[in-house]
């Protein structure tokens, strides 16, 4: 079964720009769709943007304009461009398909934005 890790995180300050990686084990190609996802503390994983095989991609409103998802399916990476970061998008980044049930989840990489 595909095996997923994130990575890129760290420590910013607003306005600033991280880019995520999400390694798979396995081929992601047959996979139509794959999606990041973000939990902040005390609070339920939700959805932040998905990539489709195709190319065409989706955001929440929260992230629209500021982050783009991109999916290279030749290297099995998913990639999370976060620009202008704000101290709301801290949380715990993750990677996965976007249909149900999904993949068994990674450790995840902590993103904080300090303001």
């Known amino acids: 079964q595909v095996q997923l890790v994130e990575s890129g995180g760290g420590l910013v300050q607003a306005g600033e720009s991280l880019r995520l990686s999400c390694v798979a084990s396995g081929s992601l190609f047959s996979i139509v769709a794959m999606a990041w996802y973000r939990q902040a503390p005390g609070k339920q994983r939700e959805w932040v943007a998905s990539a489709t095989r195709a190319g065409r991609t989706n955001y929440d409103d929260s992230v629209k304009g500021r982050f783009t998802i991109s999916r290279d399916n030749a290297k099995n990476t998913v990639y999370l461009q976060m620009n202008n970061l704000k101290p709301e998008d801290t949380a715990v980044y993750y990677c996965?398909?976007?249909?149900?049930?999904?993949?068994?989840w990674g450790q995840g990489t902590q993103v904080t934005v300090s303001s």
């Open positions: 996965n398909r976007e249909a149900q049930p999904p993949l068994p």
